[in-house]
């Protein structure tokens, strides 16, 4: 991890991205078990037809789990101060995230030097799932 | 039919979850982390940590994590067929580990519509706390389609 320095970046600078393998019905049975959810609508095809849904879709938060994996593969997680998401878009089988973030903001807050950061999950073709925004306390 | 906003102040009853690296181990399988002290205890150990880091966004999982996590909901007369997420916000004060103790104490904060009650919101803030100490606020917004 090279280290992120406040001096060194400027608003508009992008933090490294990456995209996930393809969303799976594994995925989502995985998630469920390590995030404690297990609602149908991301479990069980019978009951999301029911619902007059096409298929089961992707948590929320495994979204928002994913920009958090951006964060802290760029800094330390004790360097994060406040992390937020809107959820505006379902994810769908099949689908692969790409997750991407920017610096949009250098500030002073609580005495500390941060950044605030867009991030973005979205689909390959470029339809935004999650719009999360962060503030980072960079020495 | 819109919610009635007595429910503003609206204790949610709370709860303790204790963290264990079994389910971090999982979490971080699923969201394809590959940092060991995420879900390797000897390796968290090895980099002065108490036990696994919860990463980032555990801690909603773990205000979920009782019986009827939404019972708050059902109280104000809503389908939990209509809900959905529409924002969650954290801010962060302590890191927290496998093992520790974490009390949630929440409260719903605020009800309100848009779209002449089409879409209404419901607003519920939590205090994640460790022995007293404050290690995480956190903030949920629900929506309810009509």
Redesign the interface.
């Known amino acids: 991890m090279t280290k992120a320095n406040f001096d060194a970046l400027n608003v508009g600078d992008e933090i490294p991205s990456f995209t ?2 393809p969303v799976s019905r594994l ?1 989502l049975a ?2 469920a ?5 297990h609602h149908p609508l991301h479990l069980d095809q019978d009951y999301v037809r029911s ?1 007059g849904m096409k298929d089961v879709f992707a948590h ?3 979204g ?3 920009l ?2 951006l ?3 760029w800094v330390p ?2 360097a ?8 505006t878009a379902i994810t769908w089988i099949g689908e692969r995230m790409v997750c991407t973030g920017r610096i949009v903001e250098k500030l002073e807050q609580n005495g500390e030097k941060c950044v605030r950061l867009e991030l973005t999950c979205a689909n390959e073709q470029g339809e935004a799932k999650h719009k999360a925004d962060a503030v980072v306390a960079l020495a | 039919m819109l919610i009635d906003k007595k429910h503003i102040g609206m204790k949610v009853p709370p709860h303790s979850v204790t963290p264990t690296a079994w389910q971090l181990k999982w979490f971080a399988k699923a969201t394809g982390e590959t940092n060991p002290i995420y879900f390797d205890e000897a390796a968290a150990q090895a980099a002065g940590m108490p036990g696994v880091l919860l990463p980032p966004t555990f801690f909603f999982c773990m205000d979920m994590d009782k019986e009827h996590p939404f019972d708050y909901i059902e109280t104000m007369g809503c389908d939990l067929g209509k809900m959905l997420h529409g924002e969650q916000i954290f801010t962060y004060h302590k890191p927290a580990y496998s093992g520790d103790v974490l009390d949630f104490d929440g409260q719903v904060t605020d009800i309100y519509d848009k779209k002449n009650g089409a879409l209404q919101f419901i607003v519920k803030d939590v205090k994640v706390s460790r022995h007293g100490e404050l290690v995480c606020d956190m903030r949920t917004v629900i929506v309810i389609r009509a």
Do not use: C, P, W
């Open positions: 996930t393998e995925t995985l998630y078990t390590g995030s404690g959810d619902k929320g938060m495994l928002m789990a994913y958090g994996r964060l802290t593969q997680q004790e994060i101060r406040s992390f937020g998401v809107r959820f």
